[in-house]
């Protein structure tokens, strides 16, 4: 099992990211897909959810309107389109794949924002 970020990187205040997270070795159409996130010095804390199908999204209020998540289950991937980025966005993003008592998380990739 395994779940790869990709996408991290040095972007300005009020510029764009997307993150990708592939999956293998599990059947990634069953399972709910979450992002998380960590601050330096904070805990980790979710940022975005999108159901097996894809039909249901859910947002932290502080990314509201400003992140998209969405999922290939042809690709077995899943993203998060992040615009309008701020400085307090900077973190390590990780996703995280449930189903029932399953649950997987990849390793992070990084997103520093700053000028």
């Known amino acids: 099992v395994q779940l790869v970020e990709s996408g991290g990187a040095l972007v300005q205040p009020g510029g764009s990211l997307r993150l990708s997270c592939a999956a293998s070795?599990?059947?990634?159409?069953?399972?709910?897909l979450n992002w998380f996130r960590q601050a330096p010095g904070k805990e980790r804390e979710w940022v975005a959810g999108?159901?097996?199908?894809?039909?249901?999204?859910n947002y932290a209020d502080s990314v509201k309107g400003r992140f998209t998540i969405s999922r290939d289950n042809a690709k077995d991937v899943v993203y998060l389109q992040m615009n309008s980025l701020k400085p307090e966005d900077t973190a390590v993003y990780y996703c995280?794949?449930?189903?029932?008592?399953?649950?997987?998380w990849g390793e992070g990739t990084l997103v520093t924002v700053s000028s």
């Open positions: 995280s794949a449930r189903h029932l008592s399953s649950e997987y």
């Open positions: 999108i159901s097996s199908a894809g039909g249901r999204t």
């Open positions: 070795g599990f059947t990634f159409s069953h399972y709910g």
